[in-house]
């Protein structure tokens, strides 16, 4: 897979402090083929639209605040979905790491394939990223198509494959009531990840209809209008059923 010397970056953020460990720079690329009801970046499918920049004014960008970052701290590369542009993305993320800068890729995983030229790419990624941020949608995938449009085999794939090398990966799961919040997809998921070795942490993050408004800006239709943000018991029990026996955080 051929390299690109620009990507199409929606935006990038100075001080993530919930994207990785430490202060992160988080740089949000455009274009994702999912349309999750809950998004609150659905300005970022288009994959036509943001801006081009190289790898290196991201980084340049970047270290202009690494002071901040600390020991723990660097940059994570989010969406959108970073994967739909891979060849940039392991452009960026060499380059990252001989500026001696941590990584992070933040991914709903669904490009995932074991199919050439993708894989390698991904293998080559892997060497360069260390740490996975990966959002499990749904386990069940009938309910995952419904959810996001796109079914989850690829996906689970992808979190087998960085358990067979031992990538570090943080689990997401955003529990929205009457959607993905049952103590069945709860169980479930999480006996999904008991089989993996290399789920260093999983957060539980309550849904939230903050970015609603641009949904209703871009004119496309929000259908979880009805639908209220889980209660902290709610949040604290969801936890307790995706439980996988290591670190827990709830946000």
């Known amino acids: 897979m051929l390299l690109t010397e620009k990507g199409r970056i929606h935006s990038t953020e100075s001080f993530g402090s919930v994207d990785g460990p430490g202060v992160r720079f988080v740089i949000f690329f455009q274009g994702c083929a999912m349309r ?5 970046n659905p300005d970022t499918w288009d994959a036509a639209g943001g801006q081009l920049l190289s790898a290196d004014e991201l980084l340049d960008t970047a270290e202009r605040y690494r002071s901040y970052w600390g020991k723990e701290g660097g940059i ?8 739909l542009q891979i060849g940039f993305l392991l452009e960026l993320l060499r380059k990252a790491k001989r500026r001696g800068i941590s990584t992070c890729v933040d991914t709903a995983g669904q490009p995932f394939t074991r199919k050439e030229p993708f894989f390698s790419a991904f293998r080559e990624l892997c060497d360069v990223t260390d740490l996975f941020l990966v959002d499990i949608k749904h ?5 995952h198509i419904r959810l996001t449009g796109k079914p989850n085999g690829n996906i689970l794939e992808m979190l087998r494959y960085l358990s067979e090398i031992d990538k570090p990966v943080w689990i997401r799961h955003v529990l929205v009531p009457g959607v993905t ?3 069945e997809n709860l169980r479930a998921t999480g006996a999904f990840l008991r089989t993996l070795g290399n789920v260093q942490k999983t957060e539980i993050l309550p849904y939230h209809a903050f970015g609603r408004y641009k949904w209703q800006k871009l004119g496309i239709p929000y259908t979880l209008d009805d639908v209220e943000p889980p209660s902290p018991e709610q949040v604290e029990l969801a936890a307790h059923w995706l439980t996988i026996g290591k670190e827990q955080v709830t946000t």
């Open 181 to 183: 919040d049952s103590e």
């Open 76 to 83: 994570t590369v989010s969406g959108g979905e970073p994967l």
């Open 36 to 40: 999750c009801r809950y998004c609150h």
């Open 139 to 143: 386990i069940d995938g009938e309910a």
